[in-house]
């Protein structure tokens, strides 16, 4: 959980939580973005810090890194925005594919990061591992119905769907 409390909001959390709430869409992706970018190197420090521990890792190496996989990509993709308007064309007439490619490459990442993480030696277990996993859903489910029962008992007499005309698609 203190892990967890360090890092930022995905940005389609934000979108997501500020649309429902009639907030200003634009704003809150900009600070979601920036909180984002901030993160990649706030957390660390957040994290050895609420955890009482010393790293002993070369600071430079870190943040040559993190440049590399984070803000280079930033910078290059917003270069890109501005100097090469065919590209932008190309981007938008094949929009769902590119959507669907992004997917794709986000599973392989998340999949890769997870086989390279329990390729090299652990110390846990596999039962163990699964365990947390189970432990964890068990959580958050009981979480989730508590929020139910809760918000049932609270807005008893209160309708809670959107009207019709209000909704957006």
Known sequence: MVITSCLPMSINMVHVLTDASGGDDPLAVINAAAGNMIGVFLSPVLILGYVDMTGDTQVTDVFYKSTLKVL????????????????????????????KAQEYALVFIV?????????????????????????????????MTAAWFTMRLLFRDCCLE??????RL
């Open 111 to 143: 999949y890769t990061v997870f086989c390279k993480t329990f390729s090299k030696d652990a110390v846990s277990l596999f039962g163990e591992i699964f365990l947390m996993i189970a432990f964890v859903f068990l959580f958050l489910i009981s979480v």
């Open 162 to 167: 959107i009207p019709v005309n209000q909704r």
């Open 72 to 99: 280079l990509p930033v910078v290059v993709g917003q270069i890109v925005q501005k100097t090469m308007p065919k590209f932008i064309a190309l981007f938008n007439k094949y929009k769902e594919y590119v959507k």
